[in-house]
Each structure stands twice: as structure tokens, then as C-alpha cells.
């Protein structure tokens, strides 16, 4: 008797468990819109330009350019620096000021999200070569293989906020390019900090805007971890 009722018991445990695993679980996360990784968590790159990205602190005033940054937090993508911080950028041989100058190309594509605002801002410098001309370096926001707003900056490694109006796009799933494909003068974007922002202007946390599907797993990666759980 005793042998049977673990046996039943065994048999209800397998069968919860089947149950469990097969649940789409849906775990809402924070994305890396900021850089403050330290890293391209949330990105995927190709070619070369974004080797050594993002870039810690202001390395345009580090090297005396005259153009200040003005990033948020610590960490931006500026494609003509080559500075990654004092820990990592020392392990690697860099000091502040140090440049990569215009000549590497490449792309960074976000991972895909829901557009739930009405519009969507970011800070935005560096080169003016915009989208549809034969070297563009800008950002684009990408939705079904169709650009559908881009961006560039005002030829000053200086960045400044920029706004898209997005509203027509909303329920629609989207994802951001930044682009470099331009190694003659001003021939890198830099972008920073972008966000979607609902009909009153604020800003909507993107633990709102992102949900990541998992098969019985968190769908935290430990950078993202580090970032908002500290």
C-alpha cells in the first residue's frame, strides 16, 4: 500500500513538473538602453566600429577635442573613441583619450521590443551622413526590414536629445540600428540613452516595454543583473 501511494505520488510530481515546462513564462526585464553594462548586453555587432564599445566617460574633453560629450551615466557609444574605463581600458593597453578614429565600419542591432509609447528620444552626435545617402552613419529604428525613422547627429561629437514620433507605429515590434558605414570626415554616430515616453512625456521604464519569453529559465542575463539589482 505504501509502495503504491509513492508511486501515485511520483506520478503527480512528473506530471507538474510536464505542466510547468511546458508554460511560456514571461519574466519582464529591464533593456540595456543606456550602455551602463559596460558592455553590448542586448546588442549584436558586425564588422569592426564597435570593437571597443561602448566608451567610458567623456574621452572627446580627454582629449582636448572642445566638445563635450554629454553622455548620461558612464557609458555611451562615441565611434570614434577607443577608451573603455579605467579598469577594463587598462587591461587592454588604452588610456583616456585614446581614438579609433572614422575609418572602422560596422552595425549594432538592439534586440526586437513592442512600441507602447507615443514617441521616443535619445541622445544623438557625431557624424551628419544621413540614412539613404552612399556612407550613412546614423540610427535607425527598424521595424519588418523597413527603416521607418532615422537620425543623425549635428557633425560635433556633442551629443544632444532628439525625439521620434511614434505613435502611428504603436503594438508594432521594432528594433534599433545603429550605423556606421562612413570612414571619411565626421564618419561615426554617437547615441546614448533612449527611451519611449507615453502621451504626458515621461518616460516609460523599459521593465514596462520588454518582455522576454523563457522555457523555465530567467531571461536576465548576469551584466543586466549586475546593472539593476545591485
Given at each position: 500500500?505504501?509502495?503504491?501511494?509513492?508511486?501515485?505520488?511520483?506520478?503527480?510530481c512528473?506530471?507538474?513538473?510536464m505542466f510547468v515546462?511546458?508554460?511560456?513564462?514571461?519574466?519582464a526585464?529591464a533593456?540595456n538602453n543606456d550602455f551602463?553594462t559596460?558592455?553590448?548586453?542586448?546588442?549584436?555587432k558586425?564588422g569592426?566600429?564597435f570593437?571597443?564599445?561602448?566608451?567610458?566617460g567623456?574621452?572627446?574633453t580627454a582629449?582636448?577635442r572642445?566638445?563635450?560629450?554629454?553622455?548620461?551615466g558612464?557609458?555611451?557609444l562615441?565611434?570614434?573613441e577607443?577608451?573603455?574605463?579605467?579598469?577594463?581600458?587598462?587591461q587592454?593597453?588604452?588610456k583616456?583619450g585614446?581614438?579609433?578614429?572614422d575609418a572602422?565600419q560596422?552595425?549594432?542591432t538592439?534586440i526586437e521590443?513592442?512600441?507602447i509609447?507615443v514617441?521616443m528620444n535619445?541622445l544623438i552626435?557625431?557624424g551628419n551622413?544621413?540614412?539613404?545617402t552612399a556612407?550613412p552613419?546614423?540610427v535607425?529604428l527598424?521595424i519588418?526590414g523597413k527603416?521607418?525613422?532615422?537620425?543623425?547627429?549635428?557633425?560635433?561629437?556633442t551629443?544632444s536629445?532628439?525625439?521620434?514620433?511614434?505613435?502611428?507605429?504603436?503594438?508594432?515590434?521594432a528594433k534599433l540600428?545603429v550605423?556606421?558605414?562612413?570612414?571619411g570626415?565626421w564618419g561615426?554616430?554617437?547615441?546614448?540613452?533612449?527611451?519611449?515616453?507615453?502621451a504626458?512625456?515621461?518616460n516609460?521604464?523599459?521593465?514596462?516595454v520588454?518582455a522576454?519569453q523563457?522555457?523555465g529559465?530567467l531571461?536576465?542575463?548576469?551584466a543586466q543583473?549586475k546593472k539593476y539589482y545591485?
Amino acid at each position: 500500500m505504501k509502495y503504491v501511494n509513492y508511486l501515485s505520488l511520483l506520478i503527480i510530481c512528473i506530471f507538474v513538473i510536464m505542466f510547468v515546462m511546458s508554460i511560456d513564462l514571461v519574466f519582464a526585464r529591464a533593456f540595456n538602453n543606456d550602455f551602463e553594462t559596460g558592455d553590448l548586453t542586448d546588442w549584436e555587432k558586425t564588422g569592426s566600429a564597435f570593437d571597443f564599445q561602448p566608451t567610458w566617460g567623456d574621452n572627446p574633453t580627454a582629449r582636448n577635442r572642445g566638445q563635450p560629450s554629454k553622455h548620461q551615466g558612464d557609458w555611451w557609444l562615441g565611434l570614434f573613441e577607443k577608451y573603455q574605463g579605467p579598469d577594463k581600458g587598462k587591461q587592454l593597453g588604452q588610456k583616456a583619450g585614446d581614438v579609433q578614429h572614422d575609418a572602422p565600419q560596422g552595425t549594432l542591432t538592439s534586440i526586437e521590443f513592442k512600441i507602447i509609447g507615443v514617441s521616443m528620444n535619445f541622445l544623438i552626435g557625431g557624424g551628419n551622413h544621413a540614412w539613404g545617402t552612399a556612407a550613412p552613419c546614423c540610427v535607425n529604428l527598424v521595424i519588418n526590414g523597413k527603416v521607418e525613422r532615422t537620425s543623425t547627429g549635428n557633425a560635433t561629437e556633442t551629443m544632444s536629445r532628439k525625439e521620434w514620433d511614434v505613435a502611428e507605429l504603436k503594438g508594432k515590434t521594432a528594433k534599433l540600428v545603429v550605423v556606421d558605414q562612413n570612414s571619411g570626415g565626421w564618419g561615426h554616430p554617437n547615441f546614448d540613452d533612449v527611451h519611449q515616453a507615453n502621451a504626458a512625456g515621461d518616460n516609460i521604464p523599459w521593465d514596462r516595454v520588454l518582455a522576454v519569453q523563457a522555457k523555465g529559465k530567467l531571461a536576465v542575463s548576469w551584466a543586466q543583473m549586475k546593472k539593476y539589482y545591485r
